[in-house]
C-alpha cells in the first residue's frame, strides 16, 4: 500500500463503514507494512481474514476487501483536477505506459477466461470493468478514453487511447480492473493472479512491459 499513513487512512475509512470508530482504528493498526517490491494489493486477503475473525465479521471478508481497494482508488486524484481535452493518442514514454496497463488488463480478461471456460462471458467481463471504472478516481478525461476503448467493437486488438501514467490515472484504472477480478474470482485467486501477470511482465520479453510493478 506504500506509505503507512495514507494506507492507515484508507483502511480506516473502508473499515468505519462496518466497526465504531474505536474498533476501526484497532482493525487498522493489525495492518503490517509490506517489504520493498511488494506489490500493493498483496497482503489484503490474508489481513482481511484477520479483521473478519477478530471483529466478528466472518462472511463478509471478500466485501471488506473491495471497500479497501475502493478507499485507496481515492488516495491520489483529487475531484475535478483535470479537465476535458482531446483525444491522446500518446507516443514515446506515454505509450509505453499505456502498453503496461493494456497488457495488464488483457492478461485479467485471458486469467479470467481460463478460469471459468465455457461460463465465460467477455462482454459481462468488460461491463463489470467498466462499472468499476465508472467508480474509479479517474480523470473525466481517462475516463471516457477508458470507457471508449471497452465499448470497442475490436476490443482485444485496439489500443488504449489516452495518458495512463504509474501513480496516476494508470494506477487507479488497474486498481478498478482489480475489483472487477476479485468480484468474478475472489480475493484470494485475484491477488494470486495479479501476482503472476508482474512476475509475467517483468520476465518477458517486452522491456516495456519490466515497469509492470510500478503501476501497482
Not at 471478508?61 to 471497500?67: D, M, Q, R, Y
Request: some cysteine; overall charge positive.
Amino acid at each position: 500500500m506504500g506509505d503507512h499513513a495514507v494506507a492507515n487512512e484508507a483502511l480506516l475509512r473502508a473499515l468505519g463503514a462496518y466497526l465504531e470508530p474505536l474498533q476501526a482504528r484497532q482493525a487498522a493498526e493489525l495492518w503490517q507494512p509490506l517489504g520493498a517490491g511488494q506489490s500493493t494489493l498483496s497482503g489484503l486477503s490474508r489481513y482481511c481474514r484477520q479483521v473478519a475473525q477478530q471483529f466478528n465479521l466472518e462472511g463478509r471478508e471478500a466485501e471488506i476487501h473491495l471497500h479497501i481497494i475502493r478507499s485507496l482508488q481515492g488516495r491520489h486524484t483529487a475531484p475535478g483536477a483535470a479537465a476535458e481535452a482531446p483525444t491522446v493518442h500518446a507516443s514515446g514514454p506515454a505509450a509505453d505506459d499505456a502498453r503496461v496497463v493494456q497488457a495488464i488488463l488483457r492478461a485479467m480478461e485471458g486469467h479470467v477466461g481460463q478460469s471459468l471456460g465455457s461460463a465465460f462471458v467477455a462482454v459481462r467481463w468488460r461491463q463489470s470493468l467498466a462499472r468499476q471504472v465508472g467508480r474509479a478516481r479517474l480523470s473525466p478525461l481517462a475516463r471516457r478514453h477508458a470507457g471508449d476503448w471497452l465499448a470497442h467493437p475490436a476490443h482485444s486488438t485496439a489500443p488504449l487511447p489516452g495518458l495512463w501514467p504509474a501513480r496516476g490515472d494508470g494506477t487507479h484504472l488497474i486498481n478498478a480492473a482489480y475489483v472487477a477480478l476479485a468480484e468474478w474470482l475472489g480475493p484470494v485467486q485475484a491477488d494470486a493472479c495479479l501476482s503472476r501477470i508482474v512476475r509475467e511482465c517483468e520476465m518477458g520479453r517486452d522491456a516495456a512491459l519490466h515497469r509492470a510493478r510500478s503501476y501497482l
